[in-house]
C-alpha cells in the first residue's frame, strides 16, 4: 500500500435585526443519527455536502473492495469513494473513480446542473476512470459526475514533480478555481517557476475543465496551501501556512517555524495582498471561512507560547487556533483551545446565529478546555464560539479507539452533520461496529448552547440596525428597506450570488434621511442562497435570501 501524505489524515416576508439579548441557558445535546460506511479495507471521508435533493453526499477515499457498504472494487491502491445518503444517513448509492496507483479525494461541490465535482490528486497513469497519462508524480486530478454519480469527464493537472489539490470553489462564470500545493517547475500544465519547497498553485478552469489561467506563489521554502474563499469584491482569499521568511511573494518575515500564511488576490490571479500570523512555535492553518459580514474565520492548530500574534500559551501538545480577521487581513479576535495532548482542528462552519463550529479531534484527556473524559484514542471534537472567538461550549463523540473528524455541515437552527474516519466498534456514541480498518462515520445531532462574554454571568449585547427585506424566498422582485440612525453619512448595499460574486452595488448617501428604501428587479438568476450586505458605520450585517 502506498504512503499517503500525512496533511490528509487528517423566512418569513421580513427580516428583522435589532437589540438582541441572549439569555443563559445550559448546553443541549440530542444525537440524532449515525451510520458506517466501508468496505474491509481502510476507507478516509474527507468532504460532506448538502445536496440540493436535501440528501448528503461524502467523498474521500477507499482500498476497500466490493464488500460492506461498498459496491465496486478499488482500481488501484486508494480511489475516490463517493456515497450518497438519503436525510436519515442510508445510503442511496456509492461510486468509485480510481486508476492503476492512489487516487485520494479530498474536495467535494454540487454544480450548478446537478452533479458533483470530485477532486484530489493521483498518482495514476491513464488506466481505469483516468483518461489522462500522469504529468510527473502526484497530479491534480478531477472527476465531474452528474446527480447520479455517473462519470461525464475528467481532468488531470500537474507538472513534472508533485502537485496535489487541496480546495475549490465554483466561480460565478460557472467554472472553477482549483487551490493546489506544487513542486513542480514551468512544465507540463504549470506556468509558474518553483519558488522553493511547495508552492501554493491556483488553476482556474471553465465548466468543461479547460484550463484558463495559473498562478503560483511562494517564498524560498515550504509554503502549503489548505483552502480558497470568495471575497466580497470579486477577488480570492488564498490561505494555507508558511515555512518561508520574507521572500518570493511572501511580505514578512517568519514569526517561529510554520506561520498561517494569506494571499488576497484578483480574479485574474494577481496578488493584491498578503499577510502572515503566528509565533514563535508551530502555526498551521488548516481552514479558511468567509464569514456573513465579509470577514474571515481562519482556523487550524498551533504549539506557540503566548507571543506574536498568540494571546495564549499552548495547553498542550497542539491546540485548536482560530484567528477573525477583516476584508483587510487585519485581526479582530483570536483565541486557542485544547488539553493537554494534541487538538487539531479541520473545519469551520459559521451558523445563523452568527456563531462558529470547530471540528476536528482531540487526544486531550478531560481538562482544559475540553469538558469530558475521553472515550477512545481520539475522539471528534466540536467547539461552539461567539463572533469575538470565545468559547460557548463544546462536546466530544467517539467509540473505544480512533475517531479522527474531518468535515462538518451546518444545517437550518441547531442541526449539524459530522464526517470522519473511525476504528471503533460499537460503543460509546458509535452504534455499529467497524468494517475492516478505518471507516467513514457519518453523526448527526443538534447542540446548543449560550454565548456569555469571558465568566462574567451577563449576557453579550449586541446592537444592530433595523432592516427589511422581502418577499423571502424571493422570485424576480426584491424590496429593500432600512432605517438610518443619527451619525450616518453613507449606506452600501451589494447583493451576492451563491458563489460569492457580487451582482449589483448600490451606494446611498444618507442627506438628513431617516429611512432607505428601494427595489431590486432580478431577473435570470439562478437558485440558491443569496446574501444582501449592508455596510454602514455601524458595521456589516447580512441577510440571507433564498431564490428556489
Not at 240 to 246: A, M
Not at 413 to 434: A, I, M
Request: aromatic share 10%; with cysteine.
Amino acid at each position: 500500500m502506498k504512503f499517503l501524505p500525512t496533511f490528509l489524515l487528517a423566512t418569513p416576508f421580513t427580516v428583522f435585526l435589532f437589540l438582541l439579548h441572549i439569555p443563559i441557558q445550559a448546553q443541549v445535546f440530542t444525537p440524532l443519527w449515525d451510520v458506517r460506511f466501508g468496505g474491509d479495507g481502510d476507507d478516509l471521508p474527507h468532504c460532506l455536502l448538502l445536496t440540493p435533493d436535501g440528501n448528503y453526499a461524502v467523498g474521500g477515499f477507499s482500498c476497500s473492495q466490493a464488500n460492506g457498504d461498498k459496491s465496486e472494487n478499488s482500481q488501484g491502491d486508494y480511489d475516490y469513494w463517493l456515497a450518497k445518503t438519503n436525510p436519515a444517513g442510508g445510503k442511496l448509492w456509492d461510486k468509485r473513480f480510481g486508476g492503476d496507483d492512489s487516487d485520494l479525494q479530498t474536495c467535494l461541490l454540487s454544480t450548478s446542473d446537478g452533479g458533483y465535482l470530485l477532486g484530489g490528486s493521483s498518482l495514476s497513469d491513464s488506466s481505469g476512470d483516468k483518461s489522462q497519462h500522469s504529468r510527473g508524480a502526484w497530479d491534480v486530478w478531477l472527476v465531474k459526475t452528474n446527480n447520479a454519480g455517473v462519470k461525464m469527464w475528467d481532468k488531470r493537472f500537474g507538472g513534472t514533480q508533485s502537485d496535489m489539490l487541496m480546495d475549490m470553489v465554483q466561480t460565478p462564470d460557472k467554472g472553477y478555481l482549483l487551490g493546489a500545493i506544487s513542486l513542480s517547475g514551468i512544465a507540463g500544465d504549470k506556468t509558474s517557476s518553483a519558488q522553493g519547497g511547495w508552492d501554493f498553485w491556483v488553476i482556474k478552469i471553465d465548466s468543461n475543465g479547460i484550463k484558463q489561467w495559473d498562478k503560483g506563489y511562494g517564498g524560498t521554502s515550504d509554503d502549503r496551501l489548505s483552502g480558497i474563499q470568495p471575497a466580497i469584491d470579486d477577488g480570492y482569499l488564498i490561505a494555507g501556512w508558511s515555512f518561508s521568511d520574507s521572500s518570493g511573494h511572501k511580505s514578512q518575515v517568519s514569526k517561529g517555524k510554520r506561520d498561517f500564511w494569506i494571499i488576497k488576490i484578483d480574479s485574474e490571479g494577481t496578488k493584491i495582498w498578503d499577510q502572515s500570523y503566528g509565533g514563535n512555535g508551530d502555526d498551521v492553518l488548516t481552514r479558511i471561512r468567509r464569514t456573513d459580514d465579509g470577514n474571515y474565520f481562519l482556523g487550524g492548530y498551533t504549539t506557540t507560547s503566548a507571543n506574536g500574534d498568540r494571546s495564549q500559551t499552548s495547553q498542550g501538545g497542539k491546540d485548536y487556533w482560530v484567528v477573525s480577521v477583516n476584508a483587510n487581513g487585519n485581526v479582530l479576535c483570536e483565541k486557542g483551545f485544547g488539553g493537554t495532548a494534541d487538538d487539531e482542528l479541520t473545519d469551520i462552519q459559521q451558523l445563523q446565529d452568527n456563531t462558529f463550529r470547530l471540528s476536528g479531534y482531540t487526544f486531550s484527556p478531560k481538562g482544559g478546555d475540553v469538558s469530558e473524559d475521553a472515550r477512545g484514542a481520539s475522539d471528534f471534537w466540536v467547539v461552539k464560539t461567539d463572533s469575538t472567538c470565545a468559547k460557548c461550549c463544546d462536546k466530544r463523540l467517539g467509540g473505544k479507539l480512533e475517531d479522527n473528524a474531518t468535515a462538518y455541515l451546518s444545517l437550518s437552527g441547531h442541526e449539524s452533520v459530522l464526517t470522519g474516519y473511525s476504528r471503533s466498534d460499537q460503543g460509546g456514541d458509535k452504534s455499529q461496529n467497524s468494517r475492516g480498518g478505518l471507516d467513514y462515520w457519518v453523526y448527526k445531532f443538534e447542540m446548543d448552547c449560550a454565548c456569555m462574554v469571558g465568566n462574567s454571568p451577563e449576557p453579550r449585547v449586541t446592537v444592530q440596525l433595523i432592516v427589511q427585506a422581502g418577499p423571502n424566498p424571493f422570485s424576480d422582485h426584491l424590496r429593500f428597506w432600512m432605517e438610518i440612525p443619527p451619525g450616518e453619512d453613507q449606506v452600501r448595499v451589494r447583493l451576492l450570488n451563491p458563489w460569492g460574486a457580487v451582482l449589483r452595488t448600490n451606494i446611498y448617501e444618507v442627506q438628513g434621511r431617516s429611512q432607505i428604501e428601494d427595489d431590486y428587479l432580478l431577473t435570470n438568476i439562478e437558485t440558491g442562497i443569496y446574501l444582501l450586505t449592508i455596510e454602514s458605520a455601524q458595521g456589516i450585517q447580512t441577510i440571507k435570501l433564498v431564490k428556489p
